[in-house]
């Protein structure tokens, strides 16, 4: 295991992934993921916030990162925007005359002025800060935004535009580190979605001060005085709240959640009282803004599926859809077709991405606009954004020069086009995707992704038909929905079932499992629960009734092996967690529970350090635990900015031509499977392939012959076997790092476990991931009379047994003494499985 150690070291030390940074991370949270999706604006085709202008009688909205004018009566939409970046969150001035919005350009998001009578966009800050969320007081000169430029933190700040330019900037909330310990938001408090009462004075927003769970109350302060927050709503919120005042100032109207699976249209009295709802559906409808005369409220809703611009009106309940049939861009546009072959010459699904020379992206105006959650600075400046498409798509796209680049799984090459695009051209391009030279001998797979959420709180609306056709455009044959809570929601509770969901077809099977989501010991996938979820989902949330660090996950890995489930740890381990001696604040009861026979798979590539998991896995296998790895991407499939798409990590279970869900269950909890994010290998050990086992007679060094290859559309630097935890033998590639074949022999001395692994020291900008990585399951040798077991990994998980038992008995948050007592007995069990490995350890 010290080749391992050392590259964690390096991984560490000299940062081996540093060319790929996430996008926007001068916020400092401890999960840089999810505010992004919920807080931070988007690239969406449809619109993403709206405004009114003073008449009442026209909206400027956010779409496909443009602003856009559009009379309310009218299905024509006339592009004001067009720059460098994506332009987002517009408030029109009270006179008319001008629009304050946002622009994000792959470094910062600043504040940026239109002047809607000379057509002119102004900067008004340049301070490589997160700046968000402009409003106009009604004196027409005085704004309030949320930024991060004194902080890396969203606090409330108030300024004042003269001459187009920014002054009198003034922070309103202080930089405060809350008494109160939270898991998902940062330490310190926040302040957002602000909001000005018609009197100029007063602002609304929301405030997690000293608040553990959600993103905070809506309360109101006087600006002027500065007066301590008023509380106005206390309950759980989720980013989107977005209170806006109505113009007699008597109510407010808001996005909730609390008690429905979905985000709606709620109002209160803006002194305080209680909330009554103004929509119902179970989809979101958030982002709400009052017409100036009160009688309207525009927002934004995904019913639809894709985000869409609705106007409700107050006193009758009616709904309008507000469409934009015809667009006038600022500059000519073409139609530009574009149709995808498979290698037989047949349409067929795909992911598809379309920039221009400034490398804005463009879609079909009804795709769903998905970016990668991380970006590479050195090389682009923004993020890659990608859509799916079934065989055949219009875009509308600026003359000049366009690449297109198309992908459909690891299994296919990647194929990049550039085109000129000649003004009010028609012009069609045919791509014809190549399939891997794969070897004869590959054999067929299920190609499996064990850990989606089809729907979590994003911009989209998913349903199962589009998750099945998301995972056909990733040449994804299998997948597992994994039910789970954001907050307090479930969203996807009512699709829980037994049996593969009606969506599925011939190409593509969709299961709903479940996660059951508790941070404190490790969130746990379980495939195939045969009769219910497992609710509450989670325990050991601070200040809820489910408080108590009970059920522990040997209890529900137990309650869902009852129900014939396979039970697995999902999004394992990140360097800072397992090395040099293990995190302190690492409580993840794996050890534990893989001790006791309780994990039936470990996802070796899933939403964290794939080597770091690797380091952990590699020590439960020297233990003697054959633990299979397995593969989930963890993609939020309703996001529009993701770790994802689906499928991108992905296990493929050797098949025997069944499609269906026992043979796959069966060969990924034997082993028959690899693990990959880009490369396929493949790898046999005197005919036995991984899962199964080579059984040894003799107590010598042994020569076994093996035959390995290698076929990926993204370079690999390493092709490796891997015997014991330690590298025995580096095997060649292909100049292009894509290829390789090889057969010879390697020597060993038994009993112990075999693999072939492939990665990269490097990420590469056509993989959404943090580097390429692949690895077979063991080929496992057997000695009679002989056990793996290996003294060092036994003292790596007696030393974490160690610290999980201190922190069991310090904790004072159990209901009852049995429910401690119950953990107590299952940890003791688990050592005594350790010692008894460190009493027997033949190896090192």
């Known amino acids: 295991m010290r080749h391992l150690l050392a590259f964690l070291i390096l991984l560490i030390n000299t940062a081996v992934i540093g060319q790929r940074v996430p996008v926007l991370n001068q916020v400092d949270l401890p999960h840089n993921y999810y505010y992004r999706e919920l807080y931070l604006p988007q690239l969406t085709g449809g619109p993403s916030s709206v405004a009114w202008t003073p008449h009442g009688s026209t909206l400027v909205y956010s779409m496909s990162g443009s602003l856009w004018l559009q009379k309310t009566a009218s299905d024509i939409a006339e592009q004001l925007t067009d720059g460098s970046g994506y332009d987002y969150q517009p408030d029109c001035s009270p006179d008319g005359t001008k629009i304050i919005f946002v ?60 001459n187009n330019a920014l002054s009198e900037l003034t922070c309103l909330t202080p930089d405060r580190k809350s008494s109160v310990k939270r898991y998902y938001y940062s330490a310190f408090d926040h302040a957002i979605n602000p909001a000005w009462h018609p009197d100029g004075k007063r602002l609304y927003f929301v405030s997690n001060n000293e608040i553990i769970h959600g993103t905070g109350d809506i309360v109101a302060f006087d600006t002027d005085s500065l007066s301590y927050p008023k509380t106005i709503l206390h309950e759980e919120t989720s980013w989107r709240t977005k209170p806006d005042v109505s113009p007699d100032g008597s109510r407010l109207v808001y996005s909730r959640y609390l008690g429905r699976n979905w985000q709606q249209l709620w109002m209160i009295p803006a002194t305080g009282g209680y909330p009554m709802p103004l929509t119902y559906g179970n989809y979101d409808n958030t982002c709400p803004r009052w017409s100036p005369d009160g009688k309207k409220i525009a927002f934004i809703s995904n019913r639809t599926g894709n985000t869409s611009l609705w106007m409700l009106d107050v006193f009758d309940g009616g709904q309008e859809q507000i469409i934009a049939k015809t667009r006038l861009y600022l500059t000519p546009h073409s139609n530009l077709f574009i149709k995808v072959l498979d290698e037989f010459g047949k349409p067929v699904s795909s992911r598809c991405s379309i920039i221009d020379e400034r490398e804005k992206f463009y879609a079909p105006e009804d795709a769903w606009i998905h970016a990668d959650d991380s970006r590479y600075p050195d090389k682009h400046q923004f993020e890659s954004h990608y859509f799916h498409m079934q065989g055949f798509c219009k875009v ?80 994804l044959d299998i997948l597992y929905n994994l039910i789970v809570n954001k907050e307090q929601r479930i969203p996807d509770a009512d699709y829980f079932s037994n049996t593969a969901d009606t969506a599925s077809d011939d190409e593509v099977l969709l299961f709903h499992g479940q996660e059951f989501h508790t941070s404190y010991w490790g969130h746990l996938g379980l495939l195939e629960l045969n009769d219910h979820l497992i609710l509450p989902d989670y325990a050991g949330y601070p200040q809820t009734a489910v408080s108590s660090l009970f059920p522990h996950n040997a209890y529900i890995a137990d309650r869902a092996h009852e129900q014939q489930a396979l039970v697995g740890y999902v999004h394992p381990f990140e360097p800072s967690e397992i090395f040099p001696d293990q995190s302190p604040a690492l409580m993840n009861e794996l050890p534990v529970d893989a001790a006791l026979g309780k994990v039936d798979y470990y996802e070796l590539i899933g939403f964290s350090d794939h080597k770091a998991s690797e380091f952990v896995w590699y020590h439960l296998l020297n233990c003697g635990f054959r633990i299979p790895a397995a593969a989930g991407t963890d993609a939020m499939a309703n996001y529009a900015s993701l770790r994802g798409p689906v499928g991108l990590n992905r296990v493929y279970v050797n098949s025997s031509g069944l499609h269906n869900r026992q043979e796959v269950l069966s060969g990924l909890k034997k082993g028959n499977s690899f693990v990959t994010n880009a ?166």
């Open 103 to 162: 622009r994000y350009t792959g470094n910062s998001i600043e504040l940026m002025l239109y002047d809607l009578k000379t057509k002119v966009t102004i900067p008004l800050t340049n301070n490589s800060a997160l700046n968000l969320e402009p409003r106009w007081s009604n004196d027409g000169r005085t704004i309030a935004f949320v930024s991060t430029i004194e902080s890396k933190h969203f606090l409330l700040y108030k300024a004042v535009i003269e």
């Open 396 to 475: 509308e796209v600026p003359s000049g020069r366009i690449k297109v680049q198309v992908s459909h799984g690891p299994e296919y090459e990647i194929e990049k086009k550039e085109l000129v695009i000649r003004q009010d051209a028609r012009d069609t391009v045919i791509i014809q995707l190549r399939k891997l030279g794969l070897p004869e001998n590959f054999g067929a797979w299920w190609s499996t992704d064990v850990h989606v959420h089809m729907n979590y709180g994003g911009n989209y609306r998913n349903t199962p038909g589009n998750l099945v056709r998301q995972a056909k455009a990733e040449d």
């Open 679 to 844: 490369p396929l290998i493949g790898f046999n050990v005197s005919g036995v392939q991984a899962g199964e086992s080579i059984m040894l007679t003799g107590k010598n060094e042994t020569t076994l012959a093996f035959s390995a290859f290698l076929r990926s559309a993204i370079p690999v630097d390493h092709l490796e076997i891997v015997w014991n935890g330690e590298v025995i033998k580096t095997l060649s590639i292909e100049a292009s790092g894509k290829i390789a074949d090889i057969k010879g022999n390697i020597k060993i001395k038994g009993p112990g476990w075999l693999l072939l692994r492939a990665w990269s020291k490097e990420a590469h900008p056509d993989l959404p991931d943090i580097y390429p990585y692949a690895s077979t399951n063991p080929v496992y040798v057997t000695v009679p009379g002989k056990e793996v077991h290996a003294k060092t990994s036994a003292t790596y998980f007696l030393k974490w047994l160690d610290r999980l038992a201190v922190a069991v008995g310090n904790n004072t948050g159990f209901r009852t003494a049995e429910e401690k007592s119950m953990i107590e007995a299952t940890i003791s069990s688990a050592r005594k499985v350790y010692e008894e490995i460190y009493r027997n350890s033949k190896l090192p």
